[in-house]
């Protein structure tokens, strides 16, 4: 696709606050600040899945963990680097998709020191400034072994780290209030030696610590009072691995030779056999373990393993009150960027609301990106449309494949098509082929109704937003920003509609001046129809918070959305197609709606009384699906 030309003036930084510390890229300096605010903060371990449709998973699952602001997360790296490339996609993909900071791990068993280099170069590429230097495990049935040009302690890679790269990495190590199971557990060394090795990395130039799994607080603690008797003063996160079932709970026990309490012990046995009081129980003692911990005042947050499991997890942060889901959390109506250079970014267009990551991509090569206001210069210039699975393609494994042919079926007619609309606006289906995440947005609540009368009647809507005047930022359905604040809204409904409720609509929308009208269609000579007589960049939400200037992060903006229109109609053939069989009827009956439909996009500027869906009485009162 042409480039589109569009975008950005970049205005003066604005001056709101950074709830949540993306601007902040070293894991080290965000735990300082949290500290400094005595504020208990929390984080999540992922590992590299094993097949496709499981990473596609994990990275669902990390969208909607991440939802729950955690202070970073961290992804493990394969013994002797056998994860390594997809570790590195891996971390990569949630920095610059996920909007999270990610603590990559690193181990030096069987690694050469070209090997460490190469990952210390691949986390630096993508973003990632954040590391786990370990020792680590061999392979499975081989034995540890140092690389002629390698190194044998985590010690001497956080040197290496910091001799080659500086400060520019924050540095993790790991640490063993029990002692580590091929050290002092396996005779090999005392304790007192394992505590002079902390020492030692700690010394090196490492910035914290993250615990193996623990079951008995009281010799946690003990271990941290230890620690810091011993000099070191850097911080120290628990590592917390809840309990998902009763084999998984022995085998790695068992493999970490982890000190198991006589109660908890009792317990497990009791219950061994009932999956479900198993759970529940590694969730009622995650819970007891924290409180015990965060009240010793010895732990400034705590760090979760979460197996790539995400229920146990949230509920222990939910049972912990981190997390308050009667307030808004949201920085932003969007989830911000934790790429290098988006960290300031505060505007975009409204078109990408269901698409954020195809936008991220589609605006990777930009020198710089809107953190005060949306302009329209020459350059830079959107890239082309890309079907990448995190940009939303659909699906690139037959699994996922055969879930979205199960929620859209096979269309044959526009009726079938309508039909798909419909179900999703029920909440009968998770997602339509446009969206990158499942479901409605939740402000939808209360335009539902008129969505669904509008996609019976052939208008099919693919984003929308209820008109806000003045809610509270802290509101958890429509609220964003700093505390204190006050956000707004205009409504906006943009669809696919066929030419002769268009020809309607712009003909309405003379008794209805607080509508704003864009529409085209698919073919790369259309032309742009609008009744805006001077086509600019109309704000479509903006906030007002203590301390600060007007906030507008999202906007309708008639260049960008010539960029968006190709790629919201490439979805039609290029997406939702592609799941058929080439002689499918499918193919044709979406391709036809594609080459004759146009996209619309509806702005209502009446923030404070007006009504969207008004003038779609007039339009439809004629049209035969209305009836």
């Known amino acids: 696709m042409a480039a589109m030309a569009a975008v950005v003036k970049a205005g003066a930084t604005l001056s709101r606050d950074d709830v949540h510390l993306r601007h902040t890229a070293k894991i080290s300096d965000k735990i300082l600040q949290r500290q400094a605010e005595g504020m208990t903060f929390f984080s999540f371990?992922?590992?590299?899945?094993?097949?496709?449709?499981?990473?596609?998973?994990?990275?669902?699952?990390?969208e909607r963990m991440a939802a729950y602001e955690p202070l970073f997360c961290d992804m493990t790296w394969?013994?002797?680097?056998?994860?390594?490339?997809?570790?590195?996609?891996?971390?990569?993909?949630?920095?610059?998709?996920?909007?999270?900071?990610?603590?990559?791990?690193?181990?030096?068993?069987?690694?050469?020191?070209?090997?460490?280099?190469?990952?210390?170069?691949?986390?630096?590429?993508?973003?990632?400034?954040?590391?786990?230097?370990?020792?680590?495990?061999?392979?499975?049935?081989?034995?540890?072994?140092?690389?002629?040009d390698g190194f044998e302690h985590?010690?001497?890679?956080?040197?290496?780290?910091?001799?080659?790269?500086g400060d520019y990495f924050s540095i993790g190590v790991a640490g063993y209030p029990e002692g580590h199971p091929s050290g002092s557990l396996a005779g090999v060394m005392s304790y007192e030696d394992e505590m002079t090795h902390l020492k030692e990395k700690v010394d090196a130039g490492a910035d914290f610590i993250i615990t193996q799994m623990f079951y008995d607080v009281d010799n946690f603690l003990k271990w941290v009072t230890l620690c810091r008797a011993s000099g070191i003063t850097i911080p120290i996160l628990p590592g917390l691995l809840p309990i998902q079932n009763y084999g998984g709970f022995r085998r790695m026990t068992g493999f970490c030779k982890t000190l198991i309490p006589a109660e908890v012990d009792a317990r497990m046995e009791a219950i061994k056999d009932d999956d479900a009081a198993v759970k529940a129980y590694g969730i009622e003692l995650a819970i007891e373990m924290?409180?015990?911990?965060?009240?010793?005042?010895?732990?400034?947050?705590?760090?979760?393993?979460?197996?790539?499991?995400?229920?146990?997890?949230?509920?222990?942060v939910e049972g912990l009150k981190l997390v308050n889901p009667a307030v808004a959390t949201r920085a932003l109506p969007w989830r911000p960027n934790t790429f290098e250079n988006r960290r300031n970014e505060a505007v975009r267009p409204i078109f990408w609301a269901n698409r954020p990551k195809s936008y991220i991509a589609r605006t990777a090569g930009w020198d710089e990106y809107p953190n005060g206001h949306w302009g329209s210069i020459q350059s830079p210039a959107f890239g082309s449309v890309t079907q990448h699975h995190l940009a939303g393609s659909g699906g690139?494994?037959?699994?996922?494949?055969?879930?979205?042919?199960?929620?859209?079926g096979e269309p044959s007619s526009v009726g079938d098509i309508v039909d798909v609309f419909v179900r999703f606006v029920a909440g009968e289906?998770?997602?339509?082929?446009?969206?990158?995440?499942?479901?409605?947005?939740?402000?939808?609540?209360?335009?539902?109704?008129?969505?669904?009368?509008?996609?019976?009647?052939?208008?099919?809507?693919?984003?929308?937003?209820?008109?806000?005047?003045?809610?509270?930022?802290?509101?958890?359905?429509?609220?964003?920003?700093?505390?204190?604040?006050?956000?707004y809204q205009k409504a906006y409904l943009e669809f696919f509609a066929p030419t002769e409720i268009v020809d309607v609509l712009f003909s309405e929308c003379l008794?209805?001046?607080?509508?704003?009208?864009?529409?085209?269609?698919?073919?790369?000579?259309?032309?742009?129809?609008?009744?805006?007589?001077?086509?600019?960049?109309?704000?479509?939400?903006?906030?007002?918070?203590?301390?600060?200037?007007?906030?507008?992060?999202?906007?309708?903006?008639?260049?960008a959305f010539l960029a968006w229109k190709d790629e919201a109609f490439s979805v039609w053939t290029d997406i939702w197609a592609e799941h058929y069989d080439a002689n499918s009827p499918?193919?044709?009956?979406?391709?036809?709606?594609?080459?004759?439909?146009?996209?619309?996009?509806?702005?209502?500027?009446?923030?404070?009384?007006?009504?969207?869906?008004?003038?779609?009485?007039?339009?439809?009162?004629?049209?035969?699906?209305?009836?």
Request: hydrophobic share 40%.
């Open 396 to 408: 690139v494994s037959a699994e996922m494949k055969a879930a979205n042919i199960e929620m859209w």
């Open 45 to 62: 371990e992922y590992f590299p899945p094993k097949t496709e449709s499981g990473v596609a998973n994990l990275y669902d699952r990390v």
């Open 586 to 627: 499918a193919r044709g009956v979406l391709s036809k709606v594609r080459d004759t439909y146009y996209l619309v996009n509806v702005v209502d500027n009446d923030y404070i009384s007006g009504d969207i869906f008004e003038v779609f009485a007039s339009v439809l009162s004629g049209h035969p699906k209305s009836k």
């Open 511 to 559: 008794s209805h001046p607080s509508l704003s009208i864009y529409a085209i269609q698919a073919s790369p000579n259309a032309s742009l129809r609008t009744n805006v007589k001077a086509p600019s960049t109309n704000a479509v939400t903006w906030g007002v918070f203590p301390n600060s200037e007007i906030v507008q992060p999202t906007v309708v903006d008639p260049t």
């Open 78 to 148: 394969g013994a002797g680097g056998s994860t390594s490339d997809l570790t590195l996609d891996l971390v990569g993909n949630i920095q610059k998709f996920l909007g999270l900071d990610v603590m990559m791990h690193l181990t030096c068993t069987n690694m050469s020191q070209g090997m460490v280099k190469f990952g210390l170069e691949g986390a630096k590429e993508r973003g990632c400034r954040n590391i786990l230097a370990l020792r680590g495990d061999p392979p499975a049935g081989k034995e540890w072994t140092k690389c002629e």
């Open 290 to 316: 924290s409180r015990k911990i965060l009240a010793s005042g010895l732990c400034p947050g705590l760090h979760f393993y979460t197996l790539n499991l995400e229920k146990s997890v949230l509920a222990i």
């Open 429 to 487: 289906i998770r997602r339509l082929p446009w969206a990158e995440s499942d479901a409605l947005n939740p402000e939808s609540a209360s335009i539902i109704t008129a969505l669904k009368w509008l996609n019976k009647s052939g208008i099919l809507t693919i984003n929308s937003q209820p008109r806000v005047n003045g809610m509270r930022s802290s509101d958890p359905t429509h609220g964003w920003g700093a505390k204190g604040g006050f956000v």
């Open 154 to 165: 985590g010690t001497d890679l956080v040197k290496y780290i910091r001799a080659e790269y």
